[in-house]
């Protein structure tokens, strides 16, 4: 579902998903009806303006997240600030892409995020992190992680795929998802979003 108040922008969003194989179930213009049309669209991924005419975005993000807790969201945003992104992320976004983002790069996030990966505009994943460590309680209350764990979670927080973090650390693809999976299950999370989220608010850059 694509949820822009720009006609023509959405309108371009929705036709260039369509030719990439994609089933839009609906392009809305306003956040109150994204919402009730969501309920009963169910769609798996939602790209998602931040700036709409009648709702925030990141109230739009909550309700959706009510109402679909599987849902995966794509903020697609003029807006590269800080506080944008990090208001975003906190109400539960997957991921963060910028209007410039050309179409290709747009596509390949869409397909990342439906993977549950968290994707982000180059450059803008180290100024998240930045400003989370500033804001960081102490990784002492936090539960043990392995070096390696660490290691890995630092990876994916900064956008990397799972297949690019095995490449990076010269492991397999299969020890990545297990060293996930662990760290997953030590933090009591349920997910990527969340994992990432974690590694924000935790400083692990």
Not at 20 to 29: D, K, N, Q, R, S
Not at 48 to 63: K, N
Not at 125 to 142: H, W
Request: hydrophobic share 45%; charged share 25%.
């Amino acid at each position: 579902m694509v949820v822009d108040d720009h006609p023509m922008w959405r309108d371009g969003v929705a036709r260039d998903l369509t030719d990439a194989g994609y089933l839009v179930t609906a392009a809305i213009g306003e956040g109150a009806q994204a919402l009730r049309v969501a309920r009963a669209a169910c769609p798996d991924v939602v790209v998602l303006d931040l700036q709409l005419a009648d709702l925030p975005g990141v109230e739009v993000i909550r309700g959706l997240l009510d109402a679909l807790p599987a849902v995966r969201i794509l903020m697609l945003s003029a807006s590269g600030e800080q506080r944008d992104v990090l208001d975003a992320l906190k109400a539960g976004a997957t991921g963060y892409l910028v209007k410039s983002a050309g179409r290709q790069e747009f596509l390949d996030a869409v397909r990342r995020t439906a993977d549950g990966e968290a994707v982000f505009t180059s450059g803008l994943a180290g100024l998240v992190l930045g400003e989370y460590r500033k804001l960081a309680t102490s990784p002492k209350d936090a539960p043990q992680l392995t070096a390696r764990e660490i290691e890995v979670l630092r990876l994916v927080a900064k956008g990397l795929s799972y297949k690019q973090v095995a490449e990076d650390l010269a492991i397999s693809l299969r020890t990545v998802q297990n060293h996930v999976q662990n760290t997953l299950s030590k933090l009591q999370l349920h997910n990527r979003s969340a994992l990432v989220r974690y590694a924000f608010e935790n400083g692990l850059d």
